[in-house]
């Protein structure tokens, strides 16, 4: 059973349904349960895979937003390990699932309530991102997710509502945090370059699922391709801005105001900017660009550095400040623009970074530089699989 219980975006089930056609052709039987069964189901139909909803799980936090995790630890805490009966209700779901399906194996993508239904019953191994892949520090914790802020909730205390939970249930009792997350052994499934935990890794990350292709060639003109949602305000004043200055390019956007699409594809369609209707195939898209400019996310991230594309990063949440925060260390090519630049500054900005000839030639070094690797996480994912 392969799961992705927690996240956003296409990525966490492009990823899930790419191993699943992988396990089938070695002979397994794969099944999936997503936290959003309608992204990407057509293909899993297509696929004949099956696909079904994770149990759904609310926040637990109740502060004053925004919510700021000190390390996996809170990431835990807000899914519903800081309160013990909604951990108990989360469990007691997945337990069903898991008595309907008996799998002989989990694959988790960012699944910390499935791991503790399983913990040391199934073998379960976690997947993805070094962000969802957390590893374990020598006394049992969890690394600092960024600059170091307070526990949301004291780790200890997460742990004795997981003891309660497992006791209730007559289950194992997991010795700290990090074992209930990492089971037989984790696939971090991205660049080294891009593994915010790289400093505390005692293995690297093992790289992308298969060896990228080549590095696009740099389009005939700059021109950039932006995936944004407008529910952030740096990503509204962001389209602004490439709308005044006309910049040649595509958008697809998320989040759109109510009642504001036509006018704003008006605008756009005035200013030369193609706006896409549905996310348009990455390569395709990235062919004609020189920038990309998103949130942050680990996939685009991995597809910009691998495509040989420089970035511009407007991060949303906690995750992908950390991500932008280790690309701006690593990637050459990758930009960060704050939240309280000045419209001004941001029509100045914007097409200066669109052509800058020097920060693409650095961005398709790194790119070429990473698929000369031979590792791949799907290798790494063989010992694991073999030893089950």
């Known amino acids: 059973m392969l799961t992705w219980e927690v996240g956003e975006g296409f990525a966490h089930a492009a990823r899930l349904l790419w191993i699943a056609r992988q396990l089938r052709r070695t002979g397994w039987r794969p099944v999936v349960a997503a936290r959003d069964p309608e992204t990407l189901r057509s293909a899993y139909e297509a696929e004949g895979i099956e696909l079904f909803p994770a149990p759904q799980h609310e926040s637990c936090f109740t502060g004053t937003p925004p919510f700021r995790a000190a390390s996996y630890a809170d990431v835990m805490g807000i899914c519903g ?31 910390p309530l499935l791991s503790l239904a399983a913990f040391r019953r199934i073998p379960l191994i976690p997947i993805g991102d070094g962000f969802v892949v957390p590893p374990a520090l020598p006394e049992g914790g969890f690394p600092p997710l960024g600059g170091k802020v307070p526990d949301v909730w004291p780790p200890a205390d997460l742990l004795a509502n997981a003891h309660a939970v497992q006791a209730a249930r007559g289950q194992p009792l997991p010795e700290n945090l990090p074992e209930i997350i990492n089971g037989i052994g984790g696939v971090v499934s991205i660049p080294p370059e891009l593994d915010i935990y790289a400093d505390w890794r005692l293995q690297p990350a093992a790289g992308p699922w298969e060896k990228p292709d080549a590095p696009l060639p740099r389009p005939d003109a700059p021109r950039f391709f932006g995936y944004l949602r407008l529910s952030q305000p740096l990503a509204r004043r962001v389209v602004k801005a490439l709308i005044d200055t006309r910049m040649p390019g595509a958008l697809f956007l998320r989040d759109i105001p109510p009642g504001r699409a036509d006018v704003l594809a008006g605008e756009l369609r005035d200013a030369g900017i193609r706006l896409h209707g549905t996310p348009p195939p990455i390569r ?13 996310g680990i996939g ?9 594309r420089m970035q511009l990063l407007l991060p949303r949440h906690r995750e992908q400040s950390c991500n932008a925060k280790r690309a701006l260390e690593t990637l050459p090519g990758c930009f960060r623009i704050g939240e309280n630049a000045r419209d001004e500054s941001l029509r100045e900005t914007l097409p200066r970074l669109m052509s800058d000839r020097q920060a693409f030639l650095r961005a398709q070094e790194t790119a070429t530089r990473i698929g000369a690797r031979p590792e791949t996480a799907w290798a790494a994912l063989q010992p694991l699989l073999a030893g089950i």
Do not use: K
Request: charged share 20%; hydrophobic share 50%; no cysteine.
């Open 81 to 111: 390990y800081a309160d013990r009966d909604r951990l108990a209700a989360s469990i007691a779901a997945w337990e069903s699932i898991l008595a309907r399906h008996r799998p002989a194996a989990i694959i988790t993508d960012y699944a």
């Open 300 to 308: 685009s991230l991995t597809d910009g550095a691998t495509l040989g």
């Open 284 to 296: 395709e898209a990235l062919a004609q660009a020189s920038l990309f400019i998103h949130h942050g």
